[in-house]
């Protein structure tokens, strides 16, 4: 079987993977740490190739779980932007540098840390959520998404001035990011990350990825999130920083 073997590579997707299956447990906000960790290892573009089967068994976990529980109108406005938004990053991806897609992610982990740690977040919340603000919003979220699998906290600045219930929250997130993911599949195939390599490599993580997605169901609905996001944030936007530099001694040279 041909996998990816190097050890630094397994040793910055294990816990990437774990933080994916959490937060499409319902956590939120935990899967942006995974594309950033796994670009320690390897390209950002490879590593979204290899998260796409791993994403889409996930929300087909988390789809039955939270079945009962979504925002039907959210949906409607917020899924065409997305569209628009995965095709755009298509374009983006297929003809800009490792470097500057490393640069962008970490650039959207450091605003998002930013953005929770300087109450950002509670002046967005102030404001109506409007059809305008859903499509772009949906656009942005495609974007980030798509080259770094970081499209929460778009999605989230829209979406939490409704104020809807913690269930119909996570249901309506995972509904759109499952949208999402499975947009995702036609450009990366040919962007040629749906390797056999690449594939491969994921079926050898999916039964981790399976495990700590049931893991972030079964915690959500029994356990705050706090705990988690105080160390988390931390690591992103550690994680951000080192990105940030990365790319700009490589465009640099």
């Known amino acids: 079987m041909s ?21 499409k447990g319902g956590f939120s906000g935990l899967g942006t740490l995974a594309v ?7 390209s950002p573009v490879q590593a979204m190739g290899i ?34 938004g995965v095709c755009l990053a298509w374009l983006v991806a297929a003809y800009v540098p490792d470097a500057a897609i490393r640069l962008a992610v970490g650039a959207i ?4 840390t930013l953005n929770h740690w300087f109450g950002i977040g509670a002046l967005l919340r102030e404001s109506r959520p409007s ?8 656009g942005v979220s495609g974007i980030a998404s798509f080259l770094a699998n970081s499209g929460g906290p778009p999605f989230q600045i829209y979406v939490l001035p409704r104020n809807l219930p913690k269930e119909t929250f996570v249901g309506t997130y995972s509904v759109f990011f499952a949208s999402s993911n499975v947009l995702k599949v036609v450009p990366y195939f040919m962007l040629g990350q749906l390797s056999a390599t690449n594939v491969q490599t994921s079926l050898t993580l999916l039964p981790l990825a399976i495990v700590t997605n049931i893991a972030g169901v079964w915690l959500v609905r ?18 951000g920083l080192q990105l940030i530099y990365s790319g700009i001694v490589a465009i640099g040279r």
């Open 109 to 112: 982990a450091v605003s998002f």
């Open 131 to 138: 059809t305008l603000a859903g499509l772009a919003w949906g």
């Open 51 to 84: 998260l796409v089967p791993i994403l889409l068994t996930q929300d087909a976990v988390t789809l039955w779980s939270y079945r009962r529980t979504w925002d039907a109108g959210i949906l409607k406005v917020m899924i065409p932007g997305q569209i628009a």
């Open 222 to 239: 029994r356990t705050p999130a706090e705990f988690f996001y105080k160390v988390i944030y931390i690591l992103i936007f550690l994680i």
């Open 36 to 42: 950033p960790l796994m670009a320690l290892a390897i």
């Open 3 to 23: 996998i990816i073997t190097d050890p630094l590579f397994y040793l910055a997707t294990i816990p990437a993977v774990t933080a994916l299956g959490l937060s």
